[in-house]
Each structure stands twice: as C-alpha cells, then as structure tokens.
C-alpha cells in the first residue's frame, strides 16, 4: 500500500437526527500513512462524520470506501474487522481490569477453555514494546494516568490491526510532556502506513503533527 493510496472515501454523505440536519453532502478521503486534521466549529459535523466511518452511527445518504470497498449497513464490529478504530474523546476501558485484558476484551485467548492470560499478557507486551509504550501488560488501568490509558487504547487498537486510527480531541487532558509523547508515536504509526484523523480544536498542535487539513463549516 503506498502512502497516496487513498484507505477512506466518503461522499455525499448526509445525515439527520430528527428533524436536524447534521451532514449534507459531506466528504472526506485519508490516505495511507498521514495524518489527516479535521476541524470545525462545534456542531459542525466531524464527529458525526467520523461515528458514520466507525459504525456508530448509519448515514442517511451518500457513499463510503474503505480500503477501496465500498461499505454499507455497516456497524462498530465490521468496521473494527475492515481496518478502522475510534479513540474517543471520553475513554472506553474497563478500569478494574489489566492492560492486556482490557486489550483482548471481547476476543480473548483461550487454552483448554480457560483464559491463556500467559499469552495475553505476552502478546501485549510484545505490541506495547514495538511501539516504545513502558507500560506494565499485568497493571491494572485504572492506575494509570490519563496519558498512559490513551495509550493503551491505541495499542487495542494496533492489536485489531488498524489501518484507520480516528482519534477525537486526544491531547485535551494531556500535559505538553504527555502531548510529545503522543505525537511520537503517531508518527511512528503513519511511517508504518497506518492513516490517523485527527481531531482538535488546538490550531497551534497542527503545524507539529498534520500532513493535510480538512475544514467542516
């Protein structure tokens, strides 16, 4: 897959809640390794859009590609199995559980009908080390700071193998030390070829991290 290679293609897509009218016709398109601003105002569709990509949300109208098939019906499972993952803004971990639990939630390894949390444990860290994440696959997420269970949100991520990483507002409860850190590692995802929206109210964080911008109004 080349880095023009277009992953995500969204056209004409429309959609309402009510009698509200939340996209008209939008469009979109991610390539392969960039990482790809979406700004606007509030209410003005992004994370609609992006929930539309995710499953979460069914368009109304319009045309969507990933990975140059065309998608519809199309729900969070399908999309997690064609390559596509969220980050949302408010975290979703199981706080009392492990980090690799929390990883392999809902597809656990299993030996002799038991969990293999040998395995899990294992194949988290070997995710966790690739991307130069110290963390600890045994410790439980609810005593990591904030930075750290994004992080792991994103190693769950890599372990589906993402090729679509949508991450919505994800420096808004990070220090600048944590902010650097995060940008690390998002480029070392769009160097392995993984496309990242990237969603942000912070104008001044773009010049540091973007390859291309896209303005909802």
Same mark, same amino acid.
């Given at each position: 897959?080349?880095?023009?290679?277009?992953?995500v293609e969204?056209?004409?897509?429309?959609k309402?809640?009510?009698?509200?009218?939340?996209?008209?016709e939008a469009?979109?398109?991610?390539? @392969?390794?960039?990482?790809?601003?979406?700004?606007?105002?509030?209410?003005?569709? =992004?994370?609609?859009?992006?929930?539309?990509l995710?499953?979460?949300?069914?368009k109304? @109208?319009?045309?969507?590609r990933?990975l140059?098939?065309?998608v519809?019906?199309?729900?969070p499972?399908?999309? $997690?199995?064609?390559g596509?993952?969220?980050?949302?803004?408010?975290?979703?971990?199981?706080?009392h559980?492990?980090v690799?639990?929390?990883?392999?939630?809902?597809? !656990?390894?299993?030996? @002799?009908g038991?969990?293999?949390?040998?395995?899990? +444990?294992?194949?988290?860290?070997r995710?966790l080390?690739?991307?130069?994440?110290?963390?600890?696959?045994?410790?439980?997420?609810?005593?990591?700071?904030?930075? =750290? $269970? $994004?992080?792991?949100?994103i190693?769950?991520?890599?372990?589906? +193998?993402?090729? %679509?990483?949508?991450?919505d !507002?994800?420096?808004?409860?990070?220090?600048?030390?944590?902010?650097?850190?995060?940008f690390?590692?998002?480029r070392?995802?769009? !160097?392995?070829g993984?496309?990242? %929206?990237?969603?942000?109210h912070?104008l001044e964080?773009? $010049?540091h991290i973007?390859?291309? %911008?896209?303005?909802?109004?």
């Amino acid at each position: 897959m080349t880095e023009k290679q277009s992953i995500v293609e969204m056209e004409g897509i429309s959609k309402s809640f009510g009698g509200v009218r939340a996209l008209s016709e939008a469009e979109f398109t991610l390539r @392969a390794g960039e990482i790809h601003a979406l700004l606007g105002e509030n209410g003005a569709g =992004k994370s609609t859009l992006m929930k539309i990509l995710g499953g979460i949300y069914s368009k109304d @109208a319009g045309t969507a590609r990933i990975l140059g098939k065309t998608v519809e019906n199309l729900n969070p499972k399908r999309a $997690q199995d064609m390559g596509v993952s969220i980050i949302h803004q408010e975290l979703n971990m199981c706080t009392h559980l492990s980090v690799a639990e929390n990883i392999f939630l809902g597809r !656990e390894l299993k030996k @002799a009908g038991m969990l293999d949390n040998r395995r899990m +444990n294992a194949e988290t860290r070997r995710i966790l080390d690739n991307f130069k994440m110290n963390i600890d696959p045994e410790t439980i997420v609810g005593a990591l700071p904030v930075s =750290k $269970q $994004q992080m792991v949100e994103i190693a769950k991520a890599l372990s589906t +193998n993402s090729k %679509v990483l949508v991450m919505d !507002e994800p420096t808004s409860a990070l220090t600048a030390s944590e902010i650097i850190e995060l940008f690390r590692l998002m480029r070392r995802l769009r !160097e392995e070829g993984c496309g990242i %929206v990237y969603i942000s109210h912070r104008l001044e964080e773009l $010049q540091h991290i973007v390859d291309r %911008v896209t303005i909802r109004v």
